[in-house]
């Protein structure tokens, strides 16, 4: 879908009732302080939510809106008259949108007033006369995207910010879209640090927490979110991994809330998220219930947060919540507790006796030379014969000949010695290609397009070409799968083309049906695979993939890394991580009245480069790792 207005049922309902009864005659004694986070945008329906929350604390038949510039400054500390005036005119556009949206809420029976506050840097947060502004018939305070660094830089220990407390205490719903939404958690996201990216999300460092004491202007608004960190577009721009290390530092309760594109939600007293509105979903991270954030660990080169048993839960519009204080999703009105995951496992085993390794690739590309390639081309050299380079899953002949060809020569700069190239193209005999691999010493296996290779597992399995695979890894040939090869590797495979437009495919795979599932080559039964994950933002594939076989695991391999599997156990090599995304023991799985998928206790878990999965056992099982274990076992790096 593209990201345009998207009403939910929930959010219809309500507005008609509201325009069939009016505005509330008289404001609510002790009403509850209310949030309204928005992930980005400004949506009708988004506003109109917030709307009601305003309309709520009406007495007077007029609806008024506060609306704060305070992201919008360059320099906190001083602005030029054209650049003031420059972002007044937008804030005032961006009134113009609250005051339509909520005039929807209320009908011809009372008359919305969003105001713009001229409050843009320091000087003017102290300022009695604007801030006095905000005092009075304030009904609800909107604060507008831009820099959250700049409005805690500008709020932070004013009168502003004593002001905007009193609002909130005293019931007064306070709203902001994206960079308005990262300030409301006292512990506050403030974005990448030097040229991190959200794929670099997971090393220590990435992330610039603003996560300061009260008398600094390093953290998110004072009333702000005790008991858990607020993120926004956190599946458009991939943040998944970005909230993760940010809950896994955050003091005191490790909750995490990720809110997306075009999507608002309601969190009540700092206990209750209930209400979502929009086109996606919230998002909520959990690594206080299983202990997460108290024993992970950052390992590798790249000090990669590794981390195990996170609970995960993905509320769409449509009766989905969350008890920030139980933790504990609420769906419907029934709560649902932490499973018992005692004796969870990985899937993944050892190898039997004898195989060699096999590496499953998230796209080596990004480090040709690098270390998954050089110990495969290691691995290669020491078993003799010849190297076989096949590249599959291309949409021309040209294509995949010249993959093959690089790949070869790749090999031959890293000390293989006897290399030969072949390619699966309308030209190629499979069954031709099937001979030669089951005479190679070892096989690199490239795929292009994980949509064209799903069109081709057919003629892999009829001509042999998949049991050829098989066979050589089990009788001790080195064998490399990557990119979309590796995909192919679980029973099921993601057939969606590379995305072309990240941030838009990003927040539609988590709709149900927006991603094509295929059947794999099924080499490791049990298992999904998605390559490119953090860099492509994939994990609503994922998300997809269990939806459709919550008994099945799913591993989301970054560029430049791999699993290998021998029959030493599982271990991840390379630059990054390798991200697991488990359904087996949740308890809900469904959609919202969106489309967008609903969850209650998926789990996830990281593991970072030199890490173990699982090793082998003298009963020969497969043994899943947690951090202690690896610790005690003297295997971290």
């Keep these: 879908m593209s990201k345009v207005l998207v009403f939910s049922g929930a959010v219809v309902a309500i507005l008609a009732l509201h325009l069939q009864l009016g505005p509330s005659p008289v404001a609510r004694a002790g009403a509850p302080s209310v949030l309204v986070p928005i992930g980005a945008s400004y949506q009708e329906d988004t506003l109109a939510y917030f709307s009601l929350r305003a309309l709520a604390r009406d007495t007077d038949s007029l609806v008024t809106i506060r609306v704060l510039p305070i992201t919008y400054a360059s320099n906190p500390f001083g602005i030029s008259g054209s650049e003031r005036a420059q972002n007044l005119a937008l804030a005032q556009t961006r009134a113009g949108e609250i005051e339509a949206a909520c005039q929807t809420v209320v009908g011809p029976q009372a008359t919305c007033e969003a105001q713009v506050v001229d409050i843009q840097v320091r000087n003017d947060a102290d300022n009695p006369t604007l801030v006095d502004q905000l005092t009075g018939a304030t009904d609800g305070l909107f604060i507008l995207g831009g820099d959250q660094t700049i409005a805690m830089q500008v709020t932070a220990n004013t009168l502003l910010e004593s002001a905007l407390a009193g609002l909130y205490n005293n019931g007064v719903p306070i709203g902001g879209t994206s960079a308005g939404a990262a300030v409301q958690s006292r512990n506050m996201i403030a974005g990448y640090t030097g040229n991190n990216f959200a794929w670099h999300a997971l090393s220590f460092g990435a992330i610039d927490l603003w996560y300061g004491p009260p008398e600094t202007d390093g953290r998110g608004l004072i009333f702000g979110l005790e008991n858990a960190v607020v993120d926004q577009h956190v599946l458009e721009r991939g943040r998944i991994p970005r909230l993760l290390q940010a809950t896994q530092r955050l003091p005191g309760s490790h909750i995490g809330i990720g809110v997306d594109w075009g999507t608002g939600v309601r969190i009540e007293n700092a206990d209750l998220v209930t209400e979502t509105v929009g086109a996606y979903l919230v998002l909520i991270v959990d690594q206080e219930t299983y202990g997460a954030a108290d024993t992970?660990?950052?390992?590798?080169?790249?000090?990669?947060?590794?981390?195990?048993?996170?609970?995960?839960?993905?509320?769409?519009?449509?009766?989905?919540?969350?008890?920030?204080?139980?933790?504990?999703?609420?769906?419907?009105?029934?709560?649902?507790?932490?499973?018992?995951?005692?004796?969870?496992?990985?899937?993944?085993?050892?190898?039997?006796?004898?195989?060699?390794?096999?590496?499953?690739?998230?796209?080596?590309?990004?480090?040709?030379?690098?270390?998954?390639?050089?110990?495969?081309?290691q691995a290669a050299q020491a078993a003799g014969g010849v190297t076989v380079v096949f590249a599959a899953g291309y949409p021309n002949g040209s294509a995949a000949n010249h993959a093959a060809n690089t790949w070869a020569g790749r090999l031959v700069q890293l000390g293989v010695a006897d290399v030969q190239s072949v390619a699966l193209t309308g030209a190629a005999d499979p069954e031709t290609i099937a001979a030669l691999l089951s005479s190679a010493g070892?096989?690199?296996?490239?795929?292009?397009?994980?949509?064209?290779?799903?069109?081709?597992?057919?003629?892999?399995?009829?001509?042999?070409?998949?049991?050829?695979?098989?066979?050589?890894?089990?009788?001790?040939?080195?064998?490399?799968?990557?990119?979309?090869?590796?995909?192919?590797?679980?029973?099921?495979?993601?057939?969606?083309?590379?995305?072309?437009?990240?941030?838009i495919e990003a927040s539609d795979s988590f709709l149900a049906g927006h991603v094509p599932i295929a059947p794999g080559l099924g080499l490791l039964p049990g298992t999904i695979f998605e390559p490119r994950v953090l860099y492509d933002y994939l994990y609503g594939r994922l998300v997809s993939h269990l939806a459709a076989h919550p008994d099945l695991i799913g591993f989301g391999i970054e560029r430049g890394t791999a699993i290998r599997i021998d029959p030493d156990g599982v271990r991840v090599l390379g630059e990054m991580a390798v991200i697991v995304f488990d359904a087996r023991d949740a308890a809900h799985i469904d959609s919202g009245e969106n489309g967008a998928f609903a969850a209650a206790w998926l789990l996830l878990d990281t593991f970072a480069s030199g890490e173990n999965i699982a090793v082998a056992t003298e009963a020969g099982h497969k043994l899943y790792l947690p951090i202690t274990v690896l610790q005690d076992a003297g295997s971290q790096p």
């Design 442 to 503: 070892a096989v690199f296996m490239v795929g292009g397009r994980q949509d064209v290779l799903a069109n081709q597992v057919q003629t892999l399995k009829d001509s042999g070409i998949g049991q050829v695979l098989l066979d050589r890894w089990h009788d001790g040939a080195p064998v490399l799968l990557d990119n979309a090869a590796a995909a192919a590797a679980g029973s099921w495979m993601s057939a969606a083309p590379p995305p072309t437009d990240v941030e």
């Design 296 to 377: 992970a660990e950052y390992f590798g080169p790249g000090q990669v947060l590794s981390i195990r048993d996170v609970g995960l839960h993905l509320l769409p519009p449509g009766g989905f919540g969350y008890d920030l204080n139980g933790r504990q999703p609420v769906f419907d009105g029934t709560a649902f507790a932490a499973p018992d995951i005692a004796g969870r496992d990985r899937v993944l085993t050892a190898a039997a006796p004898g195989a060699g390794p096999l590496y499953l690739a998230g796209d080596l590309s990004v480090t040709p030379l690098g270390p998954v390639t050089a110990e495969f081309a």
